[in-house]
């Protein structure tokens, strides 16, 4: 059991976990018969998807629920305690609400009240904190010194796992978005179960650890890559069933191909350990108290582990928390509603599951790139990580308005610009809490920005989108076709999405010195 207890295996075992997690992305794929089988419009569909962005973003109880049960190394510790319990909660509420929402759409039971629907949808999307929670704060740990790649990578899988899972439905679900709901409460159940006791922490500092890393990089280019082919073959030729049997199995082997990079570090870790060439350092940068420069405009940027009462009374706090409003609020709303406005313009069905497919691979790309090349330009040039936020809202707000536009091709264009600009947003705003606030209570306070997320999205999805849209449908059958339906709503959102980049540029001059001071002490150590 030596090889399983390293942290490789847990950065393994956690990328299999987030690979197939990621099903309220998927939304899209099973909104529609969960409106017709309910008989819902598109307000009361937006609402109940709304509570699904509200269950995958308050994640203060993750948080607390990690400081009491991994807060403290869980390598070589007890067994019942680490990372793996906060998973297995997240588990029960991941089969409890899938599953309710299959028997609800499938008629095993009389269609429920639009409350207890909300509830179940609550706690499908609720368990994708505990996830996330044990994942990202046991990324960090492990690797602190390259928190952005690790997060990048590990938060990349779960935008990507949309893209798995439509391959999934694609080949065992007959095109029954019903027999999809039914895929999601049972298999990655049984996958998840398998992998959790290998998630744990391992609180060291190992000289090739950034080596392993772009190992991983590489592995998830290519996997990105072969799935964009796939999709796009799909989309445009068309696949038969044993064409799309043996590019799934082959996405499988890439999928277990981390697990090579994790033989190859630990062999070359032992090696490095009986030579004593490169020796390893007990706990993380992140959790140590750097002792700053003494101005005072540096200790007000930034004090080390504050909890989360504290961070709330921050000004950074507030200044993340606004730009993920319109960052990410947008963000949702857009992945919520991409395939009805799909619909309004009179895409295909295969066009349609194209851009659900298509959004994980930028959501993705956004997650994995922005993670990496902001970890690269803050080592090499100390570029602080709140302008990469900056830029990447400034990019949410052109796809917004190209989206509006509504001309030929106008989806794809708009929804890889926001893509990329929202998947940026999930792996920026944790590594940024991590470095501005501390690692102790990261999960905490991550999850409290979180919440900034569902606000959002409820204000876009609710009161702008689903209030514009109901507006101008049919009232017959609450169905509307045209430019007309979602143009007015997307240049709302590009504004706010604008006015979320100018925030964050806020939060970049305010942390300017701050991120000197850190990356000084890490060229010292």
């Not at 996830?131 to 602190?144: D, G, L, P």
């Not at 330009?377 to 509504?406: D, E, K, Q």
């Amino acid at each position: 059991m030596e090889f399983a207890n390293t942290k490789w295996v847990a950065a393994a075992a956690s990328i299999w976990i987030q690979s197939f997690s990621g099903a309220s992305y998927t939304f899209g794929i099973y909104s529609s018969v969960l409106k017709s089988s309910q008989s819902y419009d598109q307000s009361t569909l937006d609402t109940v998807s709304v509570y699904k962005d509200i269950g995958a973003n308050v994640g203060i109880l993750s948080g607390l629920f990690y400081t009491a049960v991994a807060s403290r190394t869980s390598g070589s510790g007890r067994f019942f305690a680490g990372p793996w319990l906060v998973i297995f909660v997240g588990l029960l509420q991941w089969f409890v609400g899938y599953g309710f929402i299959w028997m609800a759409a499938s008629g095993v039971i009389e269609r429920p009240p639009v409350a207890v629907m909300c509830l179940f949808m609550f706690f499908a999307g609720h368990c994708q904190p505990f996830f996330n929670t044990a994942i990202v704060v046991t990324a960090v740990r492990n690797f602190s010194d390259y928190g952005g790649t690790a997060v990048g990578i590990m938060k990349g899988y779960l935008g990507l796992s949309g893209a798995i899972l439509v391959q999934m439905y694609h080949i065992f679900c007959g095109g029954d978005p019903r027999n999809y709901i039914l895929l999601l409460a049972v298999v990655p159940s049984l996958l998840i179960m398998t992998l959790m006791p290998f998630v744990r922490t391992y609180d060291t500092v190992i000289a090739g650890d950034k080596k392993h890393l772009n190992g991983l990089s590489a592995i998830s280019l290519i996997i990105v890559t072969y799935l964009m082919v796939v999709i796009l073959v799909e989309n445009i030729i068309g696949m038969s069933m044993p064409m799309k049997i043996c590019s799934f199995t082959f996405l499988l082997i890439l999928l277990a191909s981390p697990l090579l990079v994790a033989v190859r570090a630990q062999r070359e870790e032992k090696q490095r350990f009986l030579s004593l060439d490169f020796p390893v350092t007990e706990r993380t940068t992140l959790l140590d108290s750097p002792k700053l420069n003494s101005s005072s405009d540096v200790k007000v940027v930034m004090t080390n582990d504050m909890n989360v009462l504290e961070a709330i009374c921050t000004t950074n706090f507030w200044l993340l928390f606004v730009a993920m409003i319109c960052g990410m609020g947008s963000g949702l709303a857009t992945i919520n509603n991409i395939r009805q406005m799909g619909e309004s313009l009179r895409y295909s069905t295969v066009q349609l599951n194209s851009l659900v497919s298509l959004w994980s691979i930028w959501n993705f790309l956004g997650r994995f790139g922005s993670g990496y090349i902001s970890d690269t330009y803050l080592h090499s040039h100390g570029w602080p990580r709140p302008v990469f936020m900056g830029i990447t809202l400034g990019l949410m707000a052109i796809g917004h308005i190209v989206m509006a536009s509504g001309v030929l091709g106008s989806l794809y264009i708009g929804s890889l610009l926001v893509g990329l600009a929202y998947g940026s947003q999930w792996s920026l705003m944790p590594t940024i809490t991590s470095e501005i606030f501390g690692v102790r209570h990261m999960a905490t306070i991550f999850y409290t920005i979180s919440i900034a997320s569902p606000v959002g999205s409820y204000i876009f999805s609710v009161k702008v989108i689903g209030y514009l849209y109901d507006k101008v449908a049919s009232e017959d059958d609450h169905s509307c076709y045209g430019n007309h339906c979602f143009r007015t709503s997307y240049m709302i959102m590009a504004a706010m999405a604008l006015l979320g980049s100018l925030v964050a540029f806020v939060l970049f001059l305010r942390t300017k010195k701050f991120y000197a001071t850190l990356v000084a002490k890490r060229i010292l150590k």
